[in-house]
């Protein structure tokens, strides 16, 4: 008997496998053909169903069409492969085996699916599900007299037809309309029949079953054609929509932004139903196991009573929150809890998931990792290391660089804020504080943020459509929904502060107005937002740095005694760890110093020295030092700038307490200095006592087409070489200064704009020739170096030549992308949106560096300096130097540090530690935090 059986599967599983490839992949009862490492194939939440399946959780019994039948289906003018209907019967029966059920059953409990998307990452809002497929005119009277619950099988039914009949039918709002067409037709049911609105759990089965003809009349009235009955139509049907549905416009939109290829494809999720509105022992939720808001280790979530799940999150009925699940269904809750720990344990992350109460039992439906705030990464990070559940590897990791500026968003004003007035509270949903005026529409939002106003978006609910306007906003409210709606999502996702269902703010979009506590808001007024607390205030309220910068930058000791400090300070110091490249800062101040170094800057990459002319009355030597027809009348000019840059360089030396400091010499053109209106040359004429028609002159002499690519850079101490003397001599008289005050110096002298070897020779002898002197002079030694900027292609591919003459090279990405490119960063503005669009630009070049262009320079000049001067150092001192990507490419060519503006050094820091973990360059943990089990082994061990 045994072995008759086995040879019989064996020649099943012979047939299936010369059917050529498998596109179903079944999960249930404790088994499955996938598992969680399988989402390219399977898509996240197959995959993960899979997974949760293996580890013995509650999962009801399903099966995933693979995301290869998708890319099929593109490639196939939209067809399916010919194995796939009898690869779906035998997932279906499968199904059937488990749940006792049978699809299409017009006697017994009819088998309902859930027919359901699953991109590898999840896409909010872009895909659509449709619940309780199987149901017609005939199954929906046996579902009725099995559980002998006639409303729950009419109300599914109802609910049925109206999700097929939108995402597979098409039956959807037309342009003009202003609601749904089902959403209208139940709208207008209620009133005839009730003279007021219902929540839809209220309605009876003889509401559902009139609901249910007046449904099915307009499907027949939209789309002239009756709904489906066959439950094999409707499968395939559902299963298409899926399919096509990763090319609808929303989709792509949503891909787009995220960088995520079309040819990914999709793979669709066929599965059991459960029921979580059989009546109040049921009910749907979705839940995170700890606080994706602030990150406190508690379930956070919302649940609805006898409720399927589309409930909780479509923000039509407000739900509660999942602890209150405690009294009304508290075995199931207990054992959400256990499957907390359980899913928290295998996946090591905080899981976002998705559940369904039937009757009291406690279904699974979905987990994945989920989305949080980067004050609840930072904590979730930290508390998973202490409970060794992660590494301090993973936990750098689990911290995005590019959200970490978020830490150190400003707060409200404490004494500002007391002064006005609350008028509303909603759920707090994106940490942080934020005060701008209110538009009621995306369009409106987004064109006065364009105008440079800070915006607040206020919108009943968000929906993808809104996305325009989330972006450009500083903060979202909205008046419906819970902390699980769109504009939640989405809103932690992008960082932004965010309070949801704010019940008590109404909401007029004819009128652009919004009423709240008593008062009348106008579009344009100001509201304030607190994405912490869930408060609504009544006008502007100014805002104040967050702990991170008071504790480290001004020493608050209050700010230091707070757990969110602590953590960041053992992130950054995990960070130091992690890797060798360090990061330093471009700034041109004691101040700016002072926050790079609290920040852990190695040190200055760039001092701009021109920024040091405009203070106060230097602009009139610096004037008179332009406009100086000789040399005597230049070296006189430049005589009195002097004693003004020792004692910058002497306050910046001072400050950086012996860290080094690269400072460029002048860079811009000449004319950036001179007054361009009339009023301001006649004003000059008269202080320094020349005929204003000399000034004009002069003005015009300079006035350059292009001066970018003008007289600029070396080029000017090339012609007034007395320009680069008096600087250096200021550069090492304050050296002198510091040793004898002894400060320790490490000036880095950096001449810009070099693209012949020639160029940076003759600038170097007159550096060294003033450092000798200054030091026979002041009778002191100091070290120092002499370097250039990369920053003109010419200059990459003859760094070899260059660096007989540099002791370190710094990439200047900024002039080096406008130079490799072609393209002035000012004048993009034109084409840019064009450019991204149309896949040119992957990014702004400007912000994230052109690593295949761009990059390949950097890469010759690096290879090339290194020929000729092996220990030569490399660095970074572009925008760039701040954005993570880059930072990551910039780790890969070996460079000595990155040089960022002071707030982002934390930014480049963590950037720069993912780098090396990522590339298994950072040192590796001593022995394994996890005892991470192989999906196989679980298997086995469920399978006993
Ligand atoms: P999304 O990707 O938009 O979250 P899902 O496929 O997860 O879409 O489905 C949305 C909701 O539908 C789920 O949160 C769940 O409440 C409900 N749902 C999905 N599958 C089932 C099922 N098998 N039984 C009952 N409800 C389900
Ligand atoms: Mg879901
Ligand atoms: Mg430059």
Same mark, same amino acid.
């Given at each position: 008997?045994?072995?008759?059986?086995?040879?019989?599967?064996?020649?099943?599983?012979?047939?299936?496998?010369?059917?050529?490839?498998?596109?179903?992949?079944?999960?249930?009862?404790?088994?499955?053909?996938?598992?969680?490492?399988?989402?390219?194939?399977?898509?996240?939440?197959?995959?993960?169903?899979?997974?949760?399946?293996?580890?013995?959780?509650?999962?009801?019994?399903?099966? *995933?069409?693979?995301?290869?039948?998708?890319?099929?289906?593109?490639?196939?003018?939209?067809?399916?492969?010919?194995?796939?209907?009898?690869?779906?019967?035998?997932?279906?029966?499968?199904?059937?085996?488990?749940?006792?059920?049978?699809?299409?059953?017009?006697?017994? /409990?009819?088998?309902?699916?859930?027919?359901?998307?699953?991109?590898?990452?999840?896409?909010?809002?872009?895909?659509?599900?449709?619940?309780?497929?199987?149901?017609?005119?005939?199954?929906?009277?046996?579902?009725?007299?099995?559980?002998?619950?006639?409303?729950?099988?009419?109300?599914?039914?109802?609910?049925?037809?109206?999700?097929?009949?939108?995402?597979?039918?098409?039956?959807?709002?037309? %342009?003009?309309? =202003?609601?749904?067409?089902?959403?209208?037709?139940? %709208?207008?049911?209620?009133?005839?029949?009730?003279?007021?609105?219902?929540?839809?759990?209220?309605?009876?089965?003889?509401?559902?079953?009139?609901? #249910?003809?007046?449904?099915?009349?307009?499907?027949?009235?939209?789309? @002239?054609?009756?709904?489906?009955?066959?439950?094999?139509?409707?499968?395939?049907?559902?299963?298409?929509?899926?399919?096509?549905?990763?090319?609808?416009?929303?989709?792509?939109?949503?891909?787009?932004?995220?960088?995520?290829?079309?040819?990914?494809?999709?793979?669709?999720?066929?599965?059991?139903?459960?029921?979580?509105?059989? @009546?109040?022992?049921?009910?749907?939720?979705?839940?995170?196991?700890?606080?994706?808001?602030?990150?406190?280790?508690?379930?956070?979530?919302?649940?609805?009573?006898?409720?399927?799940?589309?409930?909780?999150?479509?923000?039509?009925?407000?739900?509660?929150?999942?602890?209150?699940?405690?009294?009304?269904?508290?075995?199931?809750?207990?054992?959400?809890?256990?499957?907390?720990?359980?899913?928290?344990?295998?996946?090591?992350?905080?899981?976002?998931?998705?559940?369904?109460?039937?009757?009291?039992?406690?279904?699974?439906?979905?987990?994945?990792? @989920?989305?949080?705030?980067?004050?609840?990464?930072?904590? /979730?990070?930290?508390?998973?290391?202490?409970?060794?559940?992660?590494?301090?590897?993973?936990?750098?990791?689990?911290?995005?660089?590019?959200?970490?500026?978020?830490?150190?968003?400003?707060?409200?004003?404490?004494?500002?804020?007391?002064?006005?007035?609350?008028?509303?509270?909603?759920?707090?949903? @994106?940490?942080?504080?934020?005060?701008?005026?209110?538009?009621?529409?995306?369009?409106?939002?987004?064109?006065?943020?364009?105008?440079?106003?800070?915006?607040?978006?206020?919108?009943?609910?968000?929906?993808?459509?809104?996305?325009?306007?989330?972006?450009?906003?500083?903060?979202?409210?909205?008046?419906?929904?819970?902390?699980?709606?769109?504009?939640?999502?989405?809103?932690?996702?992008?960082?932004?502060?965010?309070?949801?269902?704010?019940?008590?703010?109404?909401?007029?979009?004819?009128?652009?107005?919004?009423?709240?506590?008593?008062?009348?808001?106008?579009?344009?007024?100001?509201?304030?937002?607190?994405? *912490?607390?869930?408060?609504?205030?009544?006008?502007?309220?100014?805002?104040?740095?967050?702990?991170?910068?008071?504790?480290?930058?001004?020493?608050?000791?209050?700010?230091?005694?707070?757990?969110?400090?602590?953590?960041?300070?053992?992130?950054?110091?995990?960070?130091?760890?992690?890797?060798?490249?360090? #990061?330093?800062?471009?700034?041109?101040?004691?101040?700016?110093?002072?926050?790079?170094?609290?920040?852990?800057?190695?040190?200055?990459?760039?001092?701009?020295?021109?920024?040091?002319?405009?203070?106060?009355?230097?602009?009139?030597?610096?004037?008179?030092?332009?406009?100086?027809?000789?040399?005597?009348?230049?070296?006189?000019?430049?005589?009195?700038?002097?004693?003004?840059?020792?004692?910058?360089?002497?306050?910046?030396?001072?400050?950086?307490?012996?860290?080094?400091?690269?400072?460029?010499?002048?860079?811009?053109?000449?004319?950036?200095?001179?007054?361009?209106?009339?009023?301001?040359?006649?004003?000059?004429?008269?202080?320094?006592?020349?005929?204003?028609?000399?000034?004009?002159?002069? #003005?015009?002499?300079?006035?350059?087409?292009?001066?970018?690519?003008?007289?600029?850079?070396?080029?000017?101490?090339?012609?007034?070489?007395?320009?680069?003397?008096?600087?250096?001599?200021?550069?090492?008289?304050?050296?002198?200064?510091?040793?004898?005050?002894?400060?320790?110096?490490?000036?880095?002298?950096?001449?810009?704009?070099?693209?012949?070897?020639?160029?940076?020779?003759?600038?170097?002898?007159?550096?060294?020739?003033?450092?000798?002197?200054?030091?026979?002079?002041?009778?002191?030694?100091? =070290?120092?170096?002499?370097?250039?900027?990369?920053?003109?292609?010419?200059?990459?591919?003859?760094?070899?030549?260059?660096?007989?003459?540099?002791?370190?090279?710094?990439?200047?990405?900024?002039?080096?992308?406008?130079?490799?490119?072609?393209?002035?960063?000012?004048?993009?503005?034109?084409?840019?949106?064009?450019?991204?669009?149309?896949?040119?630009?992957?990014?702004?070049?400007?912000?994230?560096?052109?690593?295949?262009?761009?990059?390949?320079?950097?890469?010759?000049?690096?290879?090339?300096?290194?020929?000729?001067?092996?220990?030569?150092?490399?660095?970074?001192?572009?925008?760039?130097?701040?954005?993570?990507?880059?930072?990551?490419?910039?780790?890969?060519?070996?460079?000595?540090?990155?040089?960022?503006?002071?707030?982002? #050094?934390?930014?480049?820091?963590?950037?720069?530690?993912?780098?090396?973990?990522?590339?298994?360059?950072?040192?590796?943990?001593?022995?394994?935090?996890?005892?991470?089990?192989?999906?196989?082994?679980?298997?086995?061990?469920?399978?006993?």
């Amino acid at each position: 008997m045994a072995t008759r059986k086995k040879t019989a599967k064996k020649a099943a599983r012979k047939a299936a496998s010369t059917k050529g490839p498998k596109y179903v992949y079944t999960w249930g009862n404790g088994k499955a053909d996938g598992h969680g490492k399988m989402k390219e194939l399977l898509g996240g939440k197959g995959a993960n169903l899979a997974e949760m399946t293996l580890i013995g959780l509650p999962v009801p019994a399903g099966f *995933t069409i693979t995301t290869e039948v998708c890319t099929y289906y593109y490639a196939h003018k939209r067809t399916y492969p010919s194995t796939l209907r009898a690869q779906m019967e035998a997932g279906i029966a499968n199904m059937e085996k488990i749940m006792g059920y049978k699809f299409g059953d017009s006697e017994g /409990f009819p088998l309902l699916v859930a027919v359901r998307s699953g991109a590898r990452d999840s896409m909010p809002g872009m895909m659509d599900t449709v619940l309780n497929l199987g149901l017609n005119d005939k199954t929906v009277e046996a579902l009725s007299k099995a559980t002998d619950n006639e409303r729950f099988a009419w109300d599914c039914y109802r609910r049925f037809i109206q999700m097929y009949g939108d995402v597979v039918l098409g039956v959807q709002k037309r %342009e003009g309309e =202003d609601h749904e067409p089902f959403e209208e037709v139940i %709208e207008s049911f209620k009133h005839e029949t009730y003279g007021k609105d219902i929540v839809d759990s209220d309605l009876t089965a003889e509401d559902n079953k009139e609901l #249910v003809a007046r449904f099915k009349k307009l499907v027949k009235d939209r789309t @002239g054609q009756g709904f489906p009955e066959d439950p094999w139509e409707q499968l395939e049907g559902a299963a298409g929509a899926v399919f096509s549905s990763w090319m609808n416009d929303r989709a792509i939109v949503y891909r787009r932004k995220y960088g995520i290829p079309a040819a990914w494809g999709t793979a669709v999720n066929v599965q059991a139903m459960v029921f979580g509105n059989t @009546g109040t022992n049921s009910g749907s939720g979705v839940a995170f196991t700890r606080n994706p808001a602030n990150g406190e280790n508690e379930l956070y979530g919302e649940f609805l009573v006898n409720a399927q799940g589309e409930d909780v999150v479509a923000g039509v009925r407000t739900p509660d929150p999942v602890s209150g699940m405690e009294q009304a269904l508290p075995q199931a809750y207990k054992d959400l809890l256990k499957v907390r720990k359980i899913l928290e344990k295998h996946f090591t992350d905080v899981q976002d998931v998705e559940f369904t109460i039937q009757d009291g039992k406690l279904f699974m439906l979905q987990t994945r990792n @989920g989305k949080r705030t980067a004050a609840a990464a930072l904590k /979730f990070s930290m508390d998973m290391n202490k409970e060794k559940l992660i590494d301090w590897q993973t936990a750098v990791l689990r911290n995005p660089a590019d959200q970490l500026d978020q830490l150190l968003a400003p707060v409200f004003d404490a004494a500002e804020l007391k002064k006005t007035p609350e008028i509303a509270k909603g759920l707090p949903a @994106g940490p942080g504080a934020a005060s701008g005026k209110i538009y009621l529409n995306a369009d409106r939002a987004a064109a006065a943020a364009n105008k440079g106003e800070v915006v607040l978006l206020v919108r009943v609910e968000t929906s993808p459509e809104d996305l325009r306007g989330m972006i450009a906003a500083e903060g979202i409210l909205t008046s419906r929904g819970g902390v699980s709606s769109h504009a939640a999502l989405v809103a932690r996702q992008m960082g932004k502060v965010c309070i949801c269902g704010a019940s008590g703010i109404e909401i007029d979009y004819d009128k652009k107005t919004v009423k709240a506590g008593g008062q009348s808001f106008k579009e344009g007024d100001y509201l304030s937002i607190d994405g *912490t607390t869930g408060i609504v205030y009544g006008g502007q309220v100014a805002t104040e740095p967050s702990e991170i910068i008071t504790g480290l930058i001004n020493g608050k000791k209050s700010s230091q005694n707070t757990e969110k400090f602590q953590h960041f300070v053992q992130l950054m110091d995990w960070c130091a760890k992690a890797t060798r490249m360090g #990061v330093r800062t471009n700034a041109d101040t004691p101040e700016q110093v002072k926050t790079a170094v609290a920040f852990g800057a190695e040190g200055i990459g760039l001092t701009r020295t021109e920024h040091m002319f405009f203070e106060g009355d230097r602009i009139d030597a610096m004037r008179e030092m332009i406009l100086a027809d000789n040399e005597t009348n230049r070296r006189k000019a430049l005589k009195k700038l002097l004693p003004h840059q020792r004692k910058d360089f002497f306050g910046i030396f001072k400050a950086l307490e012996g860290k080094p400091a690269t400072i460029r010499l002048l860079d811009p053109p000449l004319h950036e200095f001179l007054p361009h209106t009339k009023e301001q040359q006649l004003d000059l004429a008269n202080k320094i006592g020349i005929p204003v028609e000399t000034i004009m002159q002069r #003005v015009h002499e300079l006035h350059e087409f292009n001066p970018m690519l003008g007289h600029r850079g070396c080029r000017l101490a090339i012609s007034y070489p007395e320009i680069a003397e008096m600087q250096a001599q200021a550069i090492f008289e304050a050296a002198a200064q510091c040793v004898k005050k002894g400060i320790e110096v490490k000036p880095e002298v950096m001449v810009p704009l070099v693209g012949y070897a020639r160029e940076l020779e003759l600038q170097v002898e007159i550096i060294h020739r003033i450092a000798a002197e200054v030091k026979e002079k002041k009778g002191v030694e100091f =070290d120092y170096l002499v370097g250039t900027m990369i920053e003109v292609p010419r200059g990459a591919v003859t760094a070899d030549e260059i660096a007989a003459h540099a002791q370190f090279f710094s990439f200047g990405t900024n002039d080096l992308t406008q130079t490799a490119l072609g393209v002035s960063r000012d004048d993009m503005g034109s084409f840019l949106n064009s450019y991204t669009e149309n896949d040119i630009y992957p990014r702004n070049p400007f912000a994230s560096l052109d690593t295949t262009g761009v990059g390949q320079l950097m890469e010759i000049a690096a290879a090339k300096g290194r020929e000729v001067r092996p220990d030569i150092k490399l660095g970074i001192c572009g925008e760039h130097g701040g954005d993570p990507d880059s930072v990551k490419f910039c780790h890969k060519l070996g460079l000595a540090y990155v040089s960022c503006s002071p707030y982002r #050094v934390p930014v480049a820091r963590l950037a720069a530690a993912h780098a090396a973990i990522n590339d298994g360059s950072a040192p590796k943990a001593a022995k394994k935090a996890t005892k991470k089990k192989s999906a196989k082994k679980a298997a086995k061990r469920a399978k006993k």
